[in-house]
Structures are given as C-alpha cells and as structure tokens.
C-alpha cells in the first residue's frame, strides 16, 4: 500500500515539512508550471497569469539557491530577491547584474547552489528553468514541484518528457483560477 499524499509538503516553510535529510545533504528539487502538453512558455513568459502560482513560487523559493537559464533570468528581469541566483551561460563575456552569481555549466551550476545551501542552513536548491536546464537537470533532481494546469496552449517551450514511473506523488493542493477560468493543482513528485 502507497501513503497517501500530504498537502503539508506543499507548503516549503516548515522544516518538519520535508523528510528528514542528513547534515549537511541538500536535496536538488526543481520547480515548474505546465500545461497537459507540458507547454512552459511563448516568446520568454508564462503563457497564463496565475497570481496564486507566482507566490506558491516565491514560498518554495524563498531564502534558498535558484539556478536558471540566461534566457530564463532574461525574463525575470532582474535578480529575485532573497535568494542566490545563479544563472548559467554559455556566454564568457556575459557578467550579469549584482545580485547574480554567473556559471557556464549545469555542473558549476549545482555545486555552487549545494555550497550555498549548505554556508546558510538549507535543505534544499531549485532549479527553475527553462526548457533547457529542466532537460540537463531532469535526471539529477530528487523532487519535483509542478504546478500543473488543466489546459493545452500553443508555445515554443516545453518541460521534458518524463517518466512518472520512477516518481511518487507525495502532495496535491488543486485550485481554481476565477479571473481565467483555469483549474491547476500544486503537485509535489520525489524520485523513487
């Protein structure tokens, strides 16, 4: 018999939320919206405005190391604020603004979060796009927080194709969105 889900892993502010983990151990975790065609966005944005998601977003990753794409921080704009954040470029003369830590690797990428979560007491670093990153970082991610939408749209990117064979649902908050109409669910997976 599986347990069953728990939304109190949805939270991401409590210690006593999450599994217990080693001294010292940081849990690599990514996070994502997608729709059922696991679209992830057109033209560098989100392809739905969903206020509820973006804090869902700013709570998982507040305080913690979040490592992005360049086209991703393109995005965003600027740093986020209370968190490290590292952005990878293939780009050497790229600098990047204060507020960023810039690498040009997936692997520089992940040691420097796993060395900043540890210095400031964290269990836990965040990759959070785009489709590329998502795709490198996939087989190296432990957990998995998807806010899942209940529709199709047309886009140019697209999380990848994975195997929810080797991933067990461990929370589900369902939600709906009175301003678009749509239905999403926050769902956290860990890899088996």
């Known amino acids: 018999m599986s347990p069953q889900p728990v939304t109190s892993m949805l939270t991401g502010t409590d210690g006593e ?3 217990e983990l080693p001294d010292d151990t940081v849990r690599l975790a990514l996070i994502v919206a997608m729709a059922s065609n696991r679209c992830i966005g057109m033209d560098n944005m989100l392809p739905w405005r969903l206020p509820a998601d973006l804090q869902y977003f700013k709570r998982i990753t507040s305080g913690k190391a979040i490592v992005m794409g360049r086209t991703t ?3 965003l704009g600027r740093p986020l604020p209370n968190r490290t954040n590292i952005v990878i470029t293939r780009n ?3 600098e990047g603004p204060i507020g960023t830590r810039v690498v040009h690797s997936l692997e520089a990428a992940v040691a420097l979060a796993e060395a900043v979560a540890v210095c400031n007491a964290q269990d836990e670093a965040l990759i959070i796009g785009g489709a590329e990153i998502y795709a490198q970082a996939l087989p190296l991610v432990s ?3 998807i806010t899942e939408v209940e529709t199709e749209v047309d886009g140019d990117a697209f999380f990848p194709v994975w195997n929810q064979a080797e991933w067990q649902e461990i929370g589900r ?3 709906h969105d009175e301003a678009t109409g749509l239905d999403y669910s926050f769902v ?3 890899r088996l």
């Open 17 to 19: 939320d999450y599994a």
């Open 73 to 75: 921080y393109d995005s």
């Open 92 to 94: 050497h003369a790229w």
């Open 143 to 145: 957990r998995m927080y």
């Open 173 to 175: 908050e369902r939600h």
């Open 188 to 190: 956290v997976y860990d």
